[in-house]
């Protein structure tokens, strides 16, 4: 038996809507980074772009368990000695905070950044504009 490997023509490419109410963030940034690298299908190719587009409606409610909505801060540096900059999770906008969750959980590739920047589209509201492109919902489970 010959084995698989993707290729562009074999490729597709579908929407998918999240509704991160309630959802723990570190639970929706694993499934959603699932659905970008397209593990959840069986023509996964690991060089090849085959994931999804995203669509996160609701970043601004997604839940934050335990202390971390006082306690996490994410660290950012000028390149000059001591111009380090902690910014806590509660002063970023929320999509940034999704974005930065997702992104943590992909593989620190270029690849992996592309796919970040065409495939992952968050707003902290309901309302979104890829209406036309008919995302399909996606259901997380949120945290009882």
Known sequence: MKTFTATPSTIRH??????????PLGRLASAVAQLIRGKHKPTFTAHMDGGDF????????VALTG???????YFSHSGYMGHERFTPVRSMRPERVVE???????????LARQRLRTKLKVYASAEHPHQAQQPQPYT???SA
């Open 14 to 23: 579908d929407w998918w809507v999240v509704d991160a109410t309630g959802i």
């Open 54 to 61: 995203v669509v996160v409606i609701n970043a601004g409610k």
């Open 67 to 73: 202390r971390k909505g006082e306690q996490k801060r």
């Open 100 to 110: 930065k969750a997702v992104f943590g959980m992909l593989p620190k590739t270029s």
């Open 140 to 142: 997380l489970k949120a």
